[in-house]
């Protein structure tokens, strides 16, 4: 069955729509993952002489195992938002006499699988090798070894738990950040000393060898939870069951002043306050808008005007970048539905584009304060804001005409690239890093004014243009209308 259910989802993978377009994506996970194996096999090869060097006079066995606690706050961190319990289609083997429970077995099993158990090993075997080349017992270090796997596989299922828990909360992350938080926080103001305890735990084991059988323990627990938690979602109307919630409106009214898109705004903003997907939006507001903070009391970056402009396009133009890469895939669930009505595309277009606008404006409004930090960054962020409106709106209308991707608004927004693409990259370099290198080269050569003034008068040139470049844009739309069509009516 087992066999079948691989055959099943390589077919399912190979013959979609989806796979051929995300060639590029998938070749830079590739070269991301041979990146991290790198780095994880360099510093399991260089772990052992470097504890040494930093700790002469102690056990570097006992000095690593005293860190693993900081290594267990990181890994589950990092598989929070990366980390997603691999899924079949299940629905279609749910009319069939296939056991529930088999289904279940095959998903978790799979996800012990996952490169992120596989990406510790470069680092665990390698180290657990130049220990024993160092004179340790051969039969320690591979129990040692065994522990560590096993610790992994907790932190994995461990993982899947606190998803389950996220899933049911308004913001998807505060979960996590609470759990790593307080438990770093009680480590750190030694309240409970949760490495030493770790560490201590790890130490017992490669004393007592039969003490492996409580990690085991933990893990069979931990899977039979996560087991019990799937075999209740596993059933044919599992969607069709939702929670009562008390219906909220919202007064829209005011967008009424903006004529014949105000439809279309409203169905936006009714998108952005309502799906889980389309929130983070909102939610990256508060912090494109403490972006400048990271660097403006920064001594370093105080002589570092060139880079301002960086700084000030995202401050202003964060809910552009973050809602705008995924324009028109906000709507692909109902895209088909949407195209069939009586739809100007110029009217759909022009909401969007006014939608994002007046988000610039709002974020420069408030990054005014800024000023106290100096008047060249007040300056660069007006600059940064007319090149947003001017340059960057159109630039993101036009590379949503490339967008092949579906979203699914009911998945949680932390680090969930579903809907990225190549053109989501691509798009980053007259996004980004054009006007900074404009800004930086003319900065650099001539003076800070003229670099201000050139980056103005771009922006107020795609301003000037606005019209001519909308129907562009629009002409570009209509003639991929029916492959976005077609493109968003496949299963991711």
């Known amino acids: 069955m087992i066999k079948r259910f691989l055959n099943l989802e390589w077919k399912q993978y190979f013959r979609s729509s989806y796979w051929q377009k995300s060639i590029l994506l998938n070749i830079l996970l590739v070269f991301f993952a041979l990146y991290f194996v790198a780095i994880f096999l360099g510093m399991g090869i260089a772990m052992y002489p470097l504890l040494k060097k930093l700790y002469p006079t102690e056990d570097p066995l006992l000095v690593f195992n005293g860190f693993l606690f900081f290594w267990v706050l990181g890994d589950l961190f990092m598989r929070f938002f990366f980390q997603k319990l691999p899924v079949m289609s299940v629905k279609p083997l749910l009319t069939l006499p296939i056991k529930r429970g088999t289904v279940v077995n095959y998903v978790l099993g799979k996800s012990a699988a996952s490169f992120f158990n596989f990406l510790?090993?470069?680092?665990?075997?390698?180290?657990?090798?130049?220990?024993?080349?160092?004179?340790?017992?051969?039969?320690?270090?591979?129990?040692?070894?065994?522990?560590?796997?096993?610790?992994?596989?907790?932190?994995?299922?461990?993982?899947?738990?606190?998803?389950?828990?996220?899933?049911?909360?308004?913001?998807?992350?505060?979960p996590i950040i609470i759990i790593v938080g307080?438990?770093?926080?009680?480590?750190?103001?030694?309240?409970?000393?949760?490495?030493?305890?770790?560490?201590?735990?790890?130490?017992?084991?490669?004393?007592?060898?039969?003490?492996?059988?409580?990690?085991?323990?933990?893990?069979?627990?931990?899977?039979?939870?996560?087991?019990?938690?799937?075999?209740?979602?596993?059933?044919?109307?599992?969607?069709?069951?939702?929670?009562?919630?008390?219906?909220?409106s919202t007064n829209l009214e005011w967008t009424k002043k903006f004529g014949d898109i105000a439809p279309f705004l409203q169905l936006d903003l009714k998108l952005i306050t309502r799906s889980k997907r389309a929130k983070s939006s909102l939610w990256m507001l508060g912090l494109g808008l403490l972006y400048g903070l990271f660097f403006y009391p920064n001594p370093v970056y105080a002589d570092k005007t060139y880079f301002f402009i960086f700084i000030g396009i995202f401050v202003t133009g964060i809910f552009l970048i973050n809602f705008g890469q995924f324009i028109p895939a906000w709507d692909s669930g109902y895209y088909k539905l949407l195209m069939s009505q009586n739809v100007k595309y110029e009217k759909y277009l022009k909401s969007k584009f006014t939608l994002m606008v007046m988000s610039v404006i709002i974020m420069f409004v408030l990054s005014i304060p800024y000023v106290y930090f100096g008047w060249k960054i007040l300056l660069a962020h007006f600059a940064a804001a007319i090149y947003n409106i001017g340059v960057n709106s159109h630039v993101m209308l036009f590379g949503g005409s490339f967008n092949r991707k579906k979203i699914e608004l009911d998945q949680k927004a932390a680090f969930n690239f579903q809907g990225t693409g190549a053109v989501q990259w691509i798009i980053g370099i007259p996004l980004m890093v054009l006007p900074m290198i404009i800004f930086a080269t003319l900065n650099y050569f001539v003076n800070f004014e003229v670099a201000i003034a050139v980056i103005i008068v771009l922006g107020l040139i795609g301003i000037a243009f606005h019209q001519k470049i909308m129907k562009f844009i629009t002409k570009k739309y209509q003639d991929t209308k029916y492959k976005m069509i077609d493109a968003f009516g496949q299963d991711n």
Not at 124 to 152: C, E, H, Q, R
Not at 194 to 212: E, H, T, Y
Not at 220 to 231: D, E, H, S, T
Not at 237 to 247: G, R, V
């Open 120 to 174: 510790p090993l470069f680092a665990i075997i390698p180290f657990g090798i130049m220990l024993i080349a160092n004179g340790y017992n051969v039969s320690t270090i591979l129990i040692w070894m065994l522990t560590l796997i096993v610790l992994t596989l907790i932190i994995n299922f461990l993982n899947f738990i606190i998803e389950s828990v996220s899933a049911e909360t308004e913001v998807s992350f505060l």
């Open 182 to 248: 307080a438990l770093y926080g009680l480590n750190h103001f030694e309240i409970i000393s949760f490495s030493s305890l770790l560490g201590d735990s790890i130490n017992a084991v490669m004393n007592n060898p039969v003490l492996v059988l409580i990690p085991f323990a933990i893990l069979v627990i931990l899977y039979y939870f996560n087991y019990k938690g799937l075999y209740k979602k596993l059933y044919l109307d599992n969607s069709l069951k939702t929670k009562a919630k008390e219906a909220r």
